[in-house]
């Protein structure tokens, strides 16, 4: 169930990809027309961040995240395991300590109506639910693959990495 989520964050990203696409399309088309497009930059960076956010789940999944690889290489055993686990433990905790600021900064801008400073006065909750859902999916990965290594199993990155 959590690899499938993983995946629909991976393909969220995507899709906001192609968002920011379009909106930059859309300004360079405006712009040669001679119409102005409020807030085009804004949506942008919105989509980016989008973007960037539900990815991460994904690409720890997918070993695309900038590991300690090369120390982990060079072990074996119980060394590896130990400190696969140490490596585990530390993403887990950064993971759910960004995590729960993410959700309490949605809350608050909520709470007190916060918008963008831009054109198109955006309420920043509403970008920044994404910043949020990213990183609490983020977390659960993590926990998920803490969970795998202390059982005695490997996590998907070490499985993909000592099947090469």
């Known amino acids: 169930m959590l690899q499938r989520l993983y995946a629909a964050c991976g393909a969220l990203a995507a899709v906001f990809l192609i968002l920011m696409l379009l909106v930059i399309l859309a300004q360079i088309l405006t712009r040669w027309a001679g119409v102005t497009f409020p807030g085009a930059p804004d949506y942008a960076g919105y989509f980016m961040a989008a973007s960037s956010f539900f990815a991460l789940a994904y690409a720890l999944e997918h070993r695309t995240h900038i590991r300690v690889h090369l120390l982990l290489s060079r072990l074996e055993g119980r060394a590896r395991w130990w400190l696969e686990l140490w490596c ?77």
């Open 88 to 164: 585990l433990v530390i993403g887990t905790g950064l993971s759910w300590y960004f995590a729960w600021y993410a959700v309490r900064a949605v809350r608050i801008s909520w709470q007190i109506g916060d918008v963008s400073q831009g054109q198109d006065a955006t309420p920043l909750w509403i970008p920044q639910l994404a910043m949020a859902v990213g990183t609490v999916v983020l977390a659960l990965a993590f926990l998920d693959h803490l969970w795998r290594v202390w059982r005695g199993g490997i996590a998907a990155v070490a499985e993909v990495e000592r099947t090469e």
